[in-house]
């Protein structure tokens, strides 16, 4: 007997084929936002190769969410999209990204903004549809140990993150924006992993040439960071 379910994950549909109907209804309960429950097996609108099939092995939970992490990465590479290693979080229906490495302050800044809408605590997921850059709710068990609303919405800024004493934001050399952007960007290993690499490298170079990107060196400190990041009303500075 085939079990399988159909999530929905940055408007790309998915089917997920599993072992049995215990993990059926586990998995359905882990994804439950993502779920496609308008969908019909063997549906056009599935996309070629969007279709994941859970290990034949036993795995954790967690081992199994990296994998499913790996392979809609290679999926989104496909189609527009890209995973970064940041925190997203939204405020008026605009998306901000604050990406960095480990200690950077992607955490810091949500609990700053814990009142704001998060679409994700550790990875950021991106997509380009009709020349319009959107962010989406991440399905993936990250820090908070939850998959975060399954909604998406255009994406306005996207920020690097350095601790400082004092909060400033300056507009990134492209070189910079560039080096950063490949630095936190997820490549796939299911498939070539040059050919994987390149699709994140043009798709960097697009949103650089898409989306302002900052440096954001701050403080610990929401009021100051509200009025340089969240209430700028200028793209530049």
């Known amino acids: 007997m085939s079990y399988s379910l159909s999530l929905t994950i940055a408007d790309i549909p998915i089917q997920l084929h ?20 308008t969908y019909k097996q063997n549906s056009k609108k599935c996309f ?4 994941i099939h859970y290990p034949e092995r036993h795995i954790s939970f967690l081992s199994f969410n990296m994998y499913l992490r790996n392979i809609v990465c290679s999926i989104l590479g496909n189609h527009n999209g890209l995973l970064l290693h940041g ?35 550790d990875t950021a997921v991106v997509r380009k549809i009709q020349n319009i850059y959107y962010v989406f709710g991440s399905p993936f068990y990250q820090k908070t140990n939850m998959a975060y609303p399954n909604i998406k919405t255009q994406l306005k800024n996207i920020y690097f993150l350095k601790h ?44 650089i040439n898409s989306i302002p990107i900052y440096t954001l060196s701050f403080e610990k400190n929401r009021k100051a960071l509200e009025a340089k990041v969240f209430n700028r009303s200028n793209k530049h500075i």
């Open 18 to 37: 599993c072992h049995s109907a215990k993990q059926l209804l586990f998995l359905r309960q882990k994804y439950k936002d993502y779920l496609n429950l």
């Open 48 to 51: 070629n190769n969007s279709i």
């Open 87 to 121: 925190s997203v979080l939204i405020l008026n229906n605009q998306g901000y990204i604050f990406i960095g490495a480990p200690g950077a302050g992607k955490s810091t800044i949500r609990k700053l903004f814990s009142n704001y809408t998060c679409l994700g605590d």
């Open 164 to 207: 400082a004493n004092k909060t400033t934001v300056r507009l990134s050399r492209y070189s910079d924006a560039l080096a950063q952007l490949a630095a936190n960007a997820f490549v796939s290993t299911v498939g070539n992993h040059s050919i994987e690499r390149a699709k994140t490298l043009n798709l960097a170079t697009d949103i």
